[in-house]
């Protein structure tokens, strides 16, 4: 077990990072909308993740989970067994011949957390202490990719069988419904031992793989509105991928543009792919509705991933990123989303004392030039609370308290406060009237503030601020003792940067 862990990371950090070659390929043919290609297929690659489960006798109520060495650390606990296993967690679409893929961020964090569980009933161990299982992701950083090759598809086998390993680059650490991006690189070969699991074959170069084209998902056709949604939802044979086929209905709404169609997803479809005559438009995400006749999905536009790919880029100047998607595309999107009139500001922090070594951890917040750091956390724990209890609210308006707390893992007394919670306003009653003016904000969704951490060996990072604006950005040590602001006069071009800022760590 620790054999194959460190197998693997000695993989993922050995590896270097190739220059790859690309070259754009269109399809110069029309098609019907819910038409693919073999090529869109074996783009779309089922995306896994390896965890490994401990079932601990013995180990104190309070264990925050630490390690020793490079290996769990349960202190004087008993070990009763250790399981390792690879667990589908969603779906990517390659986007280069070199191995790019783009996902969703709740599919490269899922196991990014270790789960602290304790058994229930009488599951004790063999000196009748009860056992606590520990499940965690020894290689966080990676995923493990499942690939329908193109020769097998030829002969009418559309299975997907492991074949990579994926670097995650960056990510959208705080998604939510209307942020949720990933972007990985192929580093490494891979295939599944006897055990069934993951063994890595060594860096990989000059791949040619086949990859998705883009289509501008705002200029798709109305009267030929028929698409396709291909990814692997875990439902049916966990080896093949599911193409459902539907509708293109529309935009979420004027304010956002996020794609509404009538294919059938669910879970593991999380980072697929939404195609329209063969031209990869959207990437379908966990957010899902059902209305009353029929299931409505919904899918990011790939103009989303514009600014990820940028600070992807920033991050790792050895990737190359896809030709044929289109800085105009953004002009046609018909929602008023802000990011639309963002600038891309690439960021790299050194030391104040010697800026020839640079910060590796804190966290970077983009807010207001008229609001103070402070103002910032302030809101930002309002916010949270205010979240939690608006999500509690509408929990309440389908289940029982008891279900809630129990669920939620709360008090009764707690969730029976919002139960009369119907509006959004009626959340104001409940706080202090110091914190009114934080309210007031949230409700009316004018206080500007974004947040991304620094976690680059360089002390790299990108942001995003209005164009034509000033704009702070606040550098917070990882402590919370150092603090310090800068002013960012933006224009209207699409980067900015790159600027190295000195702070004290």
Known sequence: ??????????????????????????????????????????????????????????????????????????????????????????????????????????????????????????????????????????????????????????????????????????DDENFDTNRDRAVLQIISACHLNDEGLPKTDGKVSDLNLPFAKFGNPFRTSFVDRKVRAMGFPGTGDPNRSARTAGELLGYESEEKSKLLHTSYISGGNSGGGLFHKDMLIGINTWDSLKNQSRPVAKAQPITYWFDILTKAKWLYPTIVLPDGMKISWINDDPGKESYKDEVQVLLKFVLESNSNIPVTSGKVYVHREDTSIND??????????????????????????????????????????????????????????????????????????????????????????????????????????????????????????????????
């Open 1 to 170: 077990m620790t054999n194959l862990i460190k197998n693997i990371k000695r993989s993922v950090f050995l590896i270097v990072f190739s220059i790859f070659v690309f070259e754009p390929v269109f399809s110069q043919e029309e098609h019907e909308g819910d038409w693919f290609s073999l090529e869109s297929l074996s783009s779309v690659v089922k995306l896994s993740s390896l965890l490994v489960t401990y079932d601990v006798e013995g180990l104190e109520s309070d264990y925050k989970y630490r390690t020793k060495g490079g290996d769990p650390d349960f202190g004087d606990a008993n070990v009763v067994s250790a399981e390792a296993r690879l667990v589908h967690v969603g779906t990517g679409v390659v986007i280069t011949k070199g191995g790019l893929i783009i996902s969703n961020a709740h599919v490269t964090r899922a196991y990014i957390k270790p789960s602290i569980k304790k058994l229930q009933g009488d599951k004790v161990g063999p000196n009748g202490k009860p056992i606590t299982r520990v499940t965690i992701n020894p290689v966080d950083n990676v995923m493990f990719v499942g690939v329908p090759e193109m020769a097998r598809l030829d002969k009418g086998d559309d299975s997907q069988k492991l074949k990579y390993v994926a670097y995650i680059l960056t």
């Open 376 to 505: 910032v956390l302030k809101y930002l724990s309002v916010e949270k609370d205010l979240n939690n209890a608006w999500f509690i609210a509408n929990l309440l308006q389908y289940y029982t308290i008891e279900d809630v707390a129990k669920e939620l893992d709360l008090s009764e007394i707690y969730v029976k406060t919002f139960q009369s919670i119907t509006d959004r306003k009626q959340l104001k009653d409940l706080i202090p009237d110091k914190l009114y003016p934080y309210f007031d904000e949230w409700y009316n969704g004018t206080f500007f503030c974004k947040c991304v951490e620094i976690n680059d060996e360089d002390g790299k990072t990108a942001v995003s601020v209005p164009k034509n604006s000033k704009t702070n950005i606040t550098y917070v040590s990882e402590d919370g003792k150092n603090a310090k602001t800068f002013t960012c006069t933006s224009n209207s071009y699409y980067l900015l940067g790159s600027y190295t800022l000195p702070v004290s760590q």
